[in-house]
Structure formats: C-alpha cells, structure tokens
C-alpha cells in the first residue's frame, strides 16, 4: 500500500508565532504612522511610496491574521485607529517621511530574513519570502527617490588596493599604545550606517518628546534625544578623525508641532522597536571590528541601548501598553494548583 503523500500540517513553532505576532504588532503601528503621513504628504514623488507601504502593512496584517486564526492563536490587539490622530498638523517634513521609510524598511527586510531561517513550515517560509521579495521592491523605490533629495549622503567609497594582503596584527593591543590603523570597508560601513540609524532615533524621539501627553513618556524621549544623539556623535567623531564624512542630521525636518498624531502607546512601542533594532546592530558591528577604540565605543552604546529598552519596558508596563506573547505551558503552576 502507498504511502498517503497528504500530511497534517504542522502547527505553528513559538520562532514562527513570536514573528508573525511582532510583525503582527509593527505593521499594525506602519499602518497608523502611514495613514497619517497620507494626510501630510504633498511631495508627488514621495506620495506614491508612501500608499505602497501603507498598502504593504495592511496586506501582511491580512494574511498574519489569517495564519493566527487557523492555528486557533489570538490576534494581538496591536494598534488601531484609536492611536492615530489623521487630524494632527504637520510634525515632519516631506523628507522626513521618505528617510523614515527607508530605515524602517531596512529593519524589516533584516527582520524577514531572520524570520526565513528560523521557520519550519513551508508556508511561512513562503509568507517571509513574499514579504522579502516586496520589501526589496519597495525599498529600491524609496531609494530611487531618496538618492536625488537634497540630504541624501551615500557611504563613504575607499581606494581600491595595489594587491593582496594579510593582516598581521589584531590592532587591539597595538591601538593602545601606538598609532591606529586606517579603518577597514567593513568598519567604515557598520560606523556610518549606525551613525545614521542612531541619527534617526534622535530626531524621531525629538518629535515625540514634542508631543507627548503622559510625562514619564515625555521624560523618556527627551533622554533619548540625549542619549542617541551622544551615540551618533561617537561615531561621527571616529569618521571625522578619518577625514571621511559624516551623515546629515535630520532634526530641522521636524516641525515645532506639540500636538500629537500618535497615542503615547504607540510612540513607546516605536521606541522600543528602535531599541531592540539598535542592540543588533551594535551587536553585529563589535563582531566586525578589530580596533580597540572603535570595539570600546560599541560596548558603550550597547549599554546605553540596554538601559534606554529597560526603561521603555518599566513605562509600558506601568501603563498596561505591553501585550504578553503566547508562552509554553506553565507546569509550575498546574501541578501547584492540583496540589491543592
């Protein structure tokens, strides 16, 4: 008798359903933030791309829901139209919106391919490769744009070498007591792009602490401004000492509105989206670099980035804001309550 090809399929891992419930949650939020940037936008060259990522998000809420529902999980409740305000006046300009695309589109596509590799079913392996595939699309569209507005400042380019060689030191001792080696491709990279996404958790955390209502939320995204700000200028600082250039602030791209477009909720949960991407970048770029400065550097906004997601954390928490992923079985408590 043959084997019977129809299989079961298999119900959702916790990799696969901790990634469609946080995408779940950040798509949610883009299409909130997207709705209301629809409200603002006037540039005709910006407008389009921001319908295609508001359109992007509410396809992947559809489908999430749909992968949710048939595996009998909950849907999280994530962001509605409660936490947008369309009626808000402007707080970014036009070039802000294209830029806030395409770091969030980076963070996505990063995120997508993490979510790739730790799915077993098919199907969601499918879902992330669409999800890749569109993301791909949309961000050489914003890049398309992006590249001819006047900020637009591209990694810095390096001289291609005579021939091949080997290093011959780690630089990490001899960085502290000698003279520094010129920094490599992939330093100069992970330091300029961190610079620019640590530059863009500065000037969107200066809009928020704008217009937020509840002071301990307030209070938090001033620090932040502090603190990210601290952080890209260390990076900026290591560049300078290179004579390469530094990324263009974003901060006159935010108006002087304090009247908010987004619920306190929201605009907490944003910025521990930021946080979390921030730890691994950081991570990533300490694997990647070999001089002793730069490493000291990184461990030190490491820290700062723990510290800023501790805080996020205690103030949705204390504010009921922070919806708890589904978790294993509780054995400790079942065979407590059969004790009794």
Request: aromatic share 12%; charged share 25%; with cysteine.
């Amino acid at each position: 008798m043959g084997r019977n090809k129809t299989t079961k399929k298999n119900k959702l891992t916790s990799a696969e359903v901790s990634a469609l419930w946080l995408q779940y949650s950040g798509d949610s939020m883009a299409i909130c933030v997207y709705k209301y940037f629809l409200k603002i936008v006037e540039n005709k060259e910006i407008k389009p791309i921001i319908e295609m990522g508001l359109k992007l998000a509410e396809d992947h809420i559809t489908k999430i829901t749909d992968f949710l529902k048939k595996d009998n999980f909950q849907i999280p409740i994530g962001f509605t139209e409660k936490d947008v305000n369309l009626d808000a006046p402007r707080l970014f300009t036009d070039q802000f919106l294209l830029f806030y695309s395409y770091i969030m589109t980076i963070h996505g596509i990063t995120a997508y391919s993490l979510a790739i590799t730790t799915s077993e079913r098919q199907d969601i392996q499918n879902y992330y490769f669409e999800c890749t595939a569109t993301s791909k699309e949309f961000f050489q569209k914003i890049f398309e744009v992006y590249k001819t507005q006047p900020k637009f400042s591209g990694v810095p380019p390096i001289p291609s070498p005579l021939g091949l060689e080997f290093v011959t030191t780690t630089g990490i001792i001899s960085d502290l007591i000698g003279d520094k080696r010129p920094l490599n491709g992939s330093e100069i990279s992970n330091l300029y792009f961190n610079s620019k996404k640590t530059g863009f958790i500065r000037s969107l955390s200066l809009a928020f602490s704008q217009v937020a209502q509840t002071e301990d939320v307030r209070n938090f995204m001033m620090k932040n401004v502090k603190l990210a700000g601290k952080d890209a200028d260390s990076f900026n600082s290591i560049l300078k000492q290179e004579s390469l250039p530094i990324p263009d602030s974003w901060d006159a791209e935010i108006t002087d509105s304090t009247i908010s477009p987004f619920s306190d909720k929201l605009i907490m949960f944003h910025g521990a989206f930021l946080v979390n991407a921030a730890l691994s970048y950081y991570g990533a770029a300490i694997g990647s670099s070999l001089r002793s400065d730069i490493i000291m550097n990184y461990s030190k906004v490491f820290t700062h980035a723990i510290e800023a997601g501790a805080f996020c954390y205690s103030i949705m928490v204390k504010h009921s804001w922070l919806e708890k992923q589904p978790e294993a079985i509780d054995r400790k408590s079942l065979a407590q309550r059969s004790e009794k």
